[in-house]
T-cell receptor
């Protein structure tokens, strides 16, 4: 049963610390998406990749957020330095470019104190 | 402007009854896709159903059907024979055309459905 995996599932950190979230897309999927979900803003697209290349990261605060795909089996989202307003659930999703469905991971719940 | 609008923040339905969750969208592109996702209290996002803009028939998946009215730009989700396990947040989303490839989804604000005995 192929699934998107995300680590860690929960993260509590202090303001100013670096946070790295990891995602393993479903094997064979060539598009990867990062979303952020908050009560106030709902689900927002932060960035997405196709064949490991970033296609759009306009939803991401550039000064503190960065997203990369070091290889086809790993996507990372990094926040440095973290701020309390970054507290949210961060979802990774993967899919096939020619198909329409995105498969979501379980999310990382981030709390920045 | 909102691309996806879900006007019902919360809905209640009796078990075994049918319920319709509303979704309207805004796009000028002829090629698009519409999705519904379910998010239970556990937090995961579960894909339910998809409708392509060129699909002639309404999509159906088990107890889920999508009432697609293209001229009205609406894509309502119909859940038949509601079950207690259907209690969750439901999101409507639209795939936006992307010249770079891949699928970029824009989500609505969601409708919280509560199924009652």
């Amino acid at each position: 049963d192929a699934r998107v995996t995300q680590t860690p599932r929960h993260k509590v950190t202090e303001m100013g610390q670096e946070v790295t979230m990891r995602c393993q897309p479903i094997l064979g999927h060539n598009t990867v998406f990062w979303y952020r979900q908050t009560m106030m803003q709902g689900l927002e697209l932060l960035a997405y990749f196709r064949n490991r290349a970033p296609l759009d990261d306009s939803g991401m605060p550039k000064d503190r957020f960065s997203a990369e795909m070091p290889d086809a089996t790993l996507a990372t989202l990094k926040i440095q330095p973290s701020e309390p307003r970054d507290s949210a659930v961060y979802f990774c999703a993967s899919g096939l470019a020619v198909y329409n469905e995105q498969f979501f991971g379980p999310g990382t719940r981030l709390t920045v104190l | 402007a909102q691309k996806i609008t879900q006007t019902q923040p919360g809905m209640f339905v009796q078990e075994k009854e049918a319920v319709t969750l509303d979704c309207t969208y805004d796009t000028s592109d002829p090629s698009y896709g519409l999705f519904w996702y379910k998010q239970p209290s556990s937090g995961e996002m579960i894909f339910l159903i998809y409708q392509g803009s060129y699909d002639q028939q309404n999509a159906t998946e088990g107890r889920y059907s999508l009432n697609f009215q293209k001229a009205r730009k609406s894509a309502n989700l119909v859940i038949s024979a509601s079950q207690l396990g259907d209690s969750a947040m439901y999101f409507c989303a639209m795939r936006e055309p992307n010249t770079g490839g891949g699928n970029k989804l824009t989500f609505g604000t969601g409708t919280q459905l509560k199924v009652e005995l």
